[in-house]
């Protein structure tokens, strides 16, 4: 047995067992306390955001004993967290192969081996993106008939729940067809779970609305969903144009990890321009800082509701297991938001859901091959 599957064997032992939550039982979530840029004291003062009105949730923390022993110390609900013991970090610059390598004494191996051996619901962490990949795809496995997961993410928008829900965001550069369908199964899931729509509208992100634009994976992935809306429980609304993405045209977008990467980063950047414009257009003069002070109610609810940190968190999709991925500059009160967020996954048993509808997706792909497969030569 690997040192860290023993060690969260161990831990499995002495935390109650994890559950939906409705019968009793505690939501066990695991924690890389080690991999933000703000470092453990940022993780643990956001768990302390997060537990206190959720009597329910236990955490096992991964990292360095004597760094966090103290901090968690200090909150209230210091018994229903465990410390388990890592002794290297994954940092930022380091590249995904070698932590997959050499990266067994690691906080982020640890957290996402307490998952593996049934010790936690669901994992998080706010360190390496590429690495968390990585590691969760080796040590998690693939779902079956998933070739890439997705990193999925919400996105501010005009529809009533407020946000939109984008994948792939970057997991994986590169999809095609089949792994795009895959891709709306999931987000649809995701959808369906996480904002309460029964019937989630998908959109498959173009360069144009029109049939003939894009690129050939773009096309064949556009004939798939036509057909496969049915089987997935979505309504597919065709493609989507990158002014879509927040408005209340589509609740799901499906894109590739490149273009999606891209938006996100275009999206977070503009959001920043934004607010630095109306803070320098309100600063200006008297007059300005009075209209301010006028506009204060409407201000502070737009800032409310285009706060990154209510969202922190894209979810990893197309894995046997729960992962969390929080922003890397988390603070106390956006690692709250993404705890809660791979808290309330846990709980409505998500991962067992996603993968509930990828059997649904692999039995529709299986259908079409086996019809192509009898078609007439003739006909093709």
């Known amino acids: 047995m690997d040192p860290q599957s023993g060690a969260s064997a161990q831990a499995s032992q002495t935390a109650a067992p994890m559950g939906a939550g409705d019968d009793g039982r505690e939501i066990v979530i695991s924690v890389d306390a080690m991999g933000g840029d703000k470092g453990p004291a940022a993780v643990v003062a956001g768990l302390g955001l997060f537990m206190k009105d959720r009597a329910d949730a236990r955490i096992l923390l991964h990292g360095d004993t004597a760094t966090l022993t103290p901090l968690v110390a200090a909150l209230p609900v210091k018994d ?36 593996r051996d049934g010790a936690a619901a669901a994992c998080i962490s706010c360190g390496n993106t590429g690495a968390l990949m990585a590691l969760s795809t080796m040590r998690l496995r693939r779902a079956v008939g998933v070739k890439r997961p997705a ?7 005009l529809n009533p729940s ?25 987000g649809a899931s995701y959808a369906r779970n996480g904002l309460n729509l029964e019937g989630p509208r998908v959109g498959l992100l173009n360069v144009g609305t029109e049939e003939h634009k894009g690129r050939a994976e773009l096309r064949e992935a556009h004939e798939l969903l036509l057909q496969a809306q049915g089987a997935g429980g979505f309504t597919y609304v065709g493609f989507v144009e990158g002014g879509d993405i927040p408005s209340d045209k589509v609740d799901v977008i499906v894109t590739d990890g490149f273009t999606g990467n891209v938006a996100l980063k275009t999206g977070e950047g503009t959001a920043r321009l934004v607010g630095k414009m109306l803070r ?14 006028l506009a204060y109610g409407a201000l502070k609810k737009f800032r409310h509701q285009m706060d990154p940190r209510r969202v922190n968190g894209g979810v990893f999709l197309g894995l ?20 809660s967020q791979a808290y309330d996954l846990a709980r409505m048993g998500f991962t067992e859901r996603v993968a509930a509808r990828l059997a649904t997706s692999a039995s529709f792909t299986q259908g079409l091959e086996q019809s192509d497969d009898s078609a007439d030569p003739a006909d093709a």
Do not use: E
Request: aromatic share 6%.
């Open 280 to 293: 320098d257009m309100f600063g200006t003069n008297i007059l300005s800082k009075l209209a301010a002070i």
């Open 162 to 186: 407020g946000f939109n829900i984008l994948l792939d965001a970057g997991a994986d550069l590169k999809a095609d067809a089949p792994d795009l369908l895959n891709y709306a199964f999931m």
């Open 80 to 115: 229903r967290i465990t410390i388990i013991h890592a002794d290297d970090v994954v940092q930022m610059t380091d590249k995904p192969a070698h932590i997959v390598r050499t990266g067994k004494a690691t906080s982020m191996w640890s957290a996402l081996d307490s998952v």
């Open 320 to 339: 046997n297991g729960t992962v969390v991925k929080s922003h890397g500059s988390s603070d106390a009160t956006s690692f709250a938001a993404a705890i």
């Open 151 to 157: 990193i999925a993410c919400m996105w501010p928008s």
